[in-house]
């Protein structure tokens, strides 16, 4: 069995570490950048800290602030013409998930014209090209979307979501600096938080699991199980440790996939623009359970490393049981909604989310194979 593992040439973790821009800009002789983020983040100031910085070593840049939750098609296309007229040669992607992924495409586009049509980047896109070179500057600790080689894109017009599987993706420098994550409110980073943590399962049970990804999945699960709280709560070292376990949860499943989770998280981010992180974490123990028994022993090393007690004397099914509320008792700690109803789910569009989730190159990966009726049955029960 061959594995494949693909990751950041570059990644500066700490605080203060965005100063490293400079250095890494100068040092591969980049001209221009396009800064690509949210009004968000601008009018709160976080994106202020890169374009001082730019300023103050006198480094050219143009700002594209379009960019929406769940970013759609036409937020792609108006970056793609931003970025010709702007004449960049690279980008910095400042924010979560949606600026990160919208770059990815942005670039991908750039340096293969000829995937102009955003809809066929979906799956795994046969770019000739690396992207455009992106320097990631994520401000949430839960996509780690600078690490990985994935984004995915909302197709508005026909109410999806539809990922994207690239290695060409890959942002050049990961800047993790939990500084520039300061700002987030607590109930962003209880999502993205659980978010993170739904990586690193889901990414210790896919069916491309391997013992490499395991060892990262088990340290990723152990640093946000004791530090999702903590970060919540404001204290400054339980979000640096946030985002240190996000970006190594996200250095396993880029390289492996996800699962059902996901495959079900999708559609309601396209139907109803529910946040990616909370969807995720609604669904995660749900399916947990319905999986559990097509995991070996994985669920114990889970409960372990959610530091569940006495996990050496617990049988299979006990151990199974004691997993899945360890993370249901975090979710309920950091706020998270327990019904999908209770997010804008509307019961009469079963149907069509279970057909997307089923049809989601997530899906593919869980280690139960799922049917239509599986899904439909699951979000009846999650409704």
Not at 201 to 210: D, L, N, P, R, S
Not at 294 to 299: L, V
Request: with cysteine; proline share 5%; aromatic share 6%.
């Amino acid at each position: 069995m061959q594995h494949r593992m693909v990751l950041n040439e570059t990644a500066w973790f700490g605080a203060g570490s965005i100063a490293q821009i400079v250095s890494e800009v100068n040092k591969r002789h980049f001209t221009k950048a396009l800064l690509v983020t949210d009004k968000a983040l601008m009018k709160a100031g976080v994106v202020e800290k890169v374009t001082a910085l730019l300023d103050r070593h006198h480094l050219p840049y143009m700002i594209y602030d379009e960019v929406v939750p769940n970013p759609t098609i036409s937020v792609v296309q108006q970056g793609v013409e931003l970025f010709k007229t702007a004449g960049a040669d690279y980008l910095i992607a400042i924010g979560g998930g949606s600026p990160q992924d919208t770059a990815k495409a942005i670039g991908i586009i750039i340096n293969n014209p000829e995937f102009a049509d955003v809809r066929s980047l979906e799956g795994f896109a046969d770019t000739r090209n690396p992207s455009v070179p992106i320097i990631a500057v994520p401000t949430t600790a839960g996509t780690a979307a600078e690490v990985t080689i994935n984004y995915v894109i909302t197709d508005e017009e026909n109410r999806r979501k539809f990922v994207c599987i690239d290695p060409h993706d890959i942002p050049v420098v990961a800047i993790v600096d939990a500084e520039m994550m300061a700002s987030m409110p607590p109930s962003l980073k209880a999502a993205t938080g659980i978010d993170a943590l739904t990586h690193a399962i889901e990414g210790f049970t896919t069916k491309g699991a391997w013992e490499l990804t395991d060892a990262l999945h088990l340290k990723a699960m152990q640093i946000i199980s004791r530090s999702l709280r903590a970060s919540v709560a404001g204290e400054a070292k339980g979000v640096e440790d946030m985002a240190l376990g996000q970006y190594i949860a996200g250095m396993g499943f880029s390289n492996v996939g996800l699962g059902l989770v996901h495959g079900m998280a999708h559609p309601l981010g396209a139907f109803y623009n529910v946040p990616h992180g909370v969807a995720n974490a609604i669904i995660l123990p749900h399916v947990m359970a319905w999986n559990a028994e097509y995991t070996g022993e994985k669920y114990r090393d889970i409960a372990r490393a959610m530091n569940v007690p006495r996990v050496c004397g617990l049988s299979l099914s006990e151990v199974r049981v004691a997993a899945v509320d360890a993370v249901k008792q975090l979710s309920a700690d950091v706020g998270i909604p327990a019904r999908l109803r209770d997010v804008g789910m509307k019961e009469e569009d079963i149907a069509a989310l279970a057909q997307a989730a089923l049809d989601d190159v997530c899906t593919g990966g869980n280690p139960r194979d799922a049917t239509l009726a599986d899904i439909t049955e699951l979000y009846r029960q999650l409704y």
